[in-house]
C-alpha cells in the first residue's frame, strides 16, 4: 500500500471526488435496468485525472436486488477504464465503487481491508469517495480496486497465473473433489485468460486425496484468510454456508486466496 500509485488512486487520509458525466437518458436507462448490469459510456474525473470513454455499469449481487426492490437509487457502479480504449488508471482497469449496502456504519469492509492488508494478505486498493454524477452528489462510496492483472503484478510479480473465482451458484466451490473434469467445478469461475493446464485439477486432487498441501497451496496466506474472517465474523465467505466471495491465484503451481467482499463482515 506504500506505492506512489496507490496512494494517488487509494488515499487513506482524505475522501477523494469521482465525478462522473454521462448523458442523462443513459443514466436513467441503466438506472431504469440496473439488473441488466450492461455497459454505458461515460466521462470520469478521479481524484482529478480526467477520463473519457469510461464504461460504467450497475454492479452487486444481494444489493443490487435490494437496491432494485426499494426506492432508491444508490446502486453500487463499477467503472471500467479499458471498456472502450485502451486505457488505464495508474495500470488499474477497474475499480468498483460500493454503496456499502447492510452497513450503516460504512466501515465494515474498509476495517476488513485495512486488516487483511496489516496480516499480509494480498489485498486489493480501497479508499473512500464521494461520487458525483453530472455535478450532484450521489453519494458516499467505499472504491474498491477491482482484482486484475494491476493487483497481481504489485503482489505476486507476474499476471499470468490461472484465476478464479469462487460463486455460490454453482459446484465446487466449497474446493471438494468432483473429479477430474475441470468443467465440473462450475463454482470456480475462470477469471484469467486461461487455466495452466491442470493446476485446479493438481490443487483439489491434492487437497481432497493427498497430504501435501504445500505443494499446491501458500498454507500461511490460507490460515490468515481463514484467521481474518473468522474475527472479522464474515461468514458471506468460504467460511459460511454460501462458499463464495473469494478468488484463487495460481502462481507458479501454488494458489493463494484473494480477499474479497466484505460488506457482511
Not at 466451490?173 to 487455466?195: E, F, I, Q, R
Request: glycine share 6%; net charge negative; with cysteine.
Amino acid at each position: 500500500a506504500g506505492c506512489g500509485k496507490s496512494s494517488t488512486v487509494f488515499p487513506k487520509d482524505k475522501v477523494i471526488d469521482v465525478k462522473i458525466t454521462i448523458d442523462e437518458a443513459d443514466f436513467q436507462d441503466m438506472l431504469d435496468n440496473a439488473s441488466a448490469e450492461e455497459y454505458k459510456e461515460a466521462s470520469v474525473n478521479y481524484n482529478g485525472m480526467q477520463f473519457d470513454h469510461v464504461g460504467i455499469r450497475t454492479k452487486g449481487n444481494l444489493s443490487l436486488r435490494s437496491v432494485v426492490n426499494s426506492d432508491s437509487d444508490r446502486y453500487s457502479f463499477k467503472l471500467s477504464f479499458d471498456e472502450y480504449l485502451n486505457q488505464t488508471l495508474n495500470g488499474i482497469s477497474k475499480i468498483n465503487l460500493n454503496n456499502n449496502y447492510s452497513d450503516a456504519s460504512y466501515m465494515r469492509e474498509f476495517l476488513t481491508y485495512e486488516l487483511a492488508d496489516s496480516v499480509g494478505l494480498p489485498t486489493p486498493g480501497f479508499s473512500y469517495v464521494n461520487v458525483y454524477v453530472n455535478d450532484e452528489l450521489w453519494g458516499f462510496y467505499l472504491a474498491i480496486e477491482q482484482i486484475g492483472d494491476s493487483y497481481l503484478e504489485r503482489h505476486f510479480n507476474n499476471s499470468y497465473g490461472a484465476l478464479y473465482k469462487a460463486e455460490m451458484t454453482g459446484a465446487g466451490s466449497d474446493l471438494a473433489w468432483l473429479g477430474n473434469d475441470p468443467d465440473s467445478y462450475t463454482g470456480l469461475v475462470m477469471k484469467s485468460k486461461s487455466s495452466n493446464d491442470d493446476v485446479l485439477i493438481d490443487m483439489l486432487d491434492e487437497l481432497n486425496n493427498g497430504s501435501d498441501y504445500e505443494k499446491v497451496l501458500d498454507v500461511d496466506n490460507v490460515l490468515k484468510y481463514v484467521a481474518l474472517n473468522v474475527v472479522a465474523s464474515n461468514m458471506d465467505s468460504y467460511l459460511g454456508m454460501n462458499k463464495q466471495n473469494y478468488y484463487l491465484y495460481e502462481n507458479k503451481g501454488v494458489f493463494s486466496v484473494l480477499p474479497w467482499d466484505y460488506n457482511m463482515a
